[in-house]
Every structure is written in C-alpha cells, then in structure tokens.
C-alpha cells in the first residue's frame, strides 16, 4: 500500500525552509563539482558575459518561449493531467514578492550550475536532462508533468550547448519559474478577491 504525504498538512514555513535549504545544497555541490571536476575558470570568465545585451535578448527570449510553451499547454492539457496536487499554487502564492524574487534567483543558480555547469558539462545533455527531470520527484508519477519538464530541460540544455554561456540559460530559468509564479501567485489572490 502506497502512501502519498499529505501536502496540505505540511506547514508552509517548513516547505519553504525545505526548498530553500535543498536549493542551497544543491549550489554547494554544483560549486564544489565544478571547482573540482571541472574547473572554474570558464565560470569566472563568464561572468563578463553579464554585460553582454545579447545575453539578455537570449535569456530573456529563451524564458518567456517557455512560459509561452507552459501557458499553451494549459489550454491543449486537460487541468487534472497538469495538477501536481497543489503544491506549487499552495508553496508560490505563499512568497511574498522579494522572497519570490530571491528564491527563483537561487534555483535557477543552483540547478543551472550544477545541471548545465556540471552534469551536463561532464556527462552530456541526455544524462543531464534525464537526471534533472528526475530530480523533480514528484512529477515522477505524472507522466504529463514529467514529460514537460524533461522538455524543459531539453531545451535549457539545447540552448547551453549551443551559446556556451551559463548566464543565458539562468536568466532563460529564472524567468520560466518567476513568471509562471507570479501568474500563479496573482491569478489566485484574484480570485480570493472575488
């Protein structure tokens, strides 16, 4: 017998103290992998990619197409295929907007690091994607969610492959997560207006 913990019955300070902690142990590990495994000369050299304005056209470009994949499939998907049993409404719609802001930053630093910096830096972009999906646990029973965000992590990836800058794909990340939580964090408090 199978037993699904109850997210509802999770306070929301513990859940935001668990994504934060995971996302900060996360970014060790991606700084300490690359440091050691890969080296972090490219990574420091990047940093000048920063003032680029192609970086920005690309990253932002490279966000908002997903947001824009995300916001067509909730109109070709029907809603119970996309549910991941109220997490994500119940843990953004929680965030104040400069906690939102800090936490998507964090994640898309974190995972970009050690997903695009690291793993797929040293083990390829299907390993890198695959494991990335996979990282994302409770998806993993629904096959809908699971499929989208190895999609996303195809492209993330795809596009890391083909610019070589890190900074793209985190800004592309950052703005998939920010936006698509700030849509759901306004869309809900809307409605508990009405």
């Given at each position: 017998?199978?037993?699904e913990?109850?997210?509802?019955e999770?306070?929301v300070?513990?859940l935001?103290?668990?994504v934060?902690?995971t996302?900060?142990i996360?970014?060790v590990i991606?700084?300490l992998?690359?440091?050691?495994?890969?080296?972090?000369?490219?990574?420091?050299?990047?940093?000048?990619?920063?003032?680029s304005?192609?970086?920005?056209?690309?990253?932002?470009?490279a966000?908002?197409?997903?947001?824009?994949?995300?916001i067509?499939l909730?109109?070709m998907?029907?809603?119970?295929?996309?549910?991941?049993g109220?997490f994500?409404?119940r843990f953004f719609t929680?965030?104040?907007?400069?906690e939102?802001?800090i936490?998507c930053?964090?994640?898309?630093l974190?995972e970009?690091l050690?997903?695009?910096?690291f793993?797929?830096?040293?083990f390829?972009?299907?390993?890198?994607?695959?494991v990335?999906?996979?990282v994302h646990f409770?998806?993993?029973k629904?096959?809908i969610?699971?499929?989208?965000?190895?999609i996303e992590s195809?492209?993330?990836?795809?596009l890391?492959?083909?610019?070589?800058n890190i900074v793209?794909?985190?800004?592309?990340?950052?703005i998939l997560d920010y936006?698509?939580?700030?849509y759901m964090?306004l869309?809900l408090?809307?409605?508990?207006k009405?």
């Amino acid at each position: 017998m199978e037993s699904e913990l109850n997210q509802q019955e999770i306070p929301v300070n513990y859940l935001k103290k668990s994504v934060y902690g995971t996302q900060l142990i996360i970014l060790v590990i991606a700084i300490l992998c690359i440091a050691f495994f890969i080296g972090t000369e490219k990574f420091i050299d990047d940093l000048h990619l920063f003032k680029s304005y192609k970086t920005y056209i690309y990253g932002f470009g490279a966000g908002f197409s997903l947001v824009l994949f995300n916001i067509l499939l909730n109109y070709m998907i029907p809603e119970r295929l996309l549910d991941d049993g109220g997490f994500n409404k119940r843990f953004f719609t929680s965030l104040s907007v400069p906690e939102m802001t800090i936490l998507c930053i964090l994640i898309a630093l974190s995972e970009e690091l050690f997903f695009r910096g690291f793993i797929q830096a040293k083990f390829g972009l299907i390993i890198a994607s695959v494991v990335f999906a996979l990282v994302h646990f409770r998806y993993v029973k629904k096959p809908i969610l699971l499929t989208i965000v190895l999609i996303e992590s195809f492209f993330l990836g795809y596009l890391y492959l083909k610019t070589n800058n890190i900074v793209i794909v985190f800004i592309a990340h950052f703005i998939l997560d920010y936006v698509l939580g700030m849509y759901m964090k306004l869309s809900l408090e809307s409605e508990d207006k009405e």
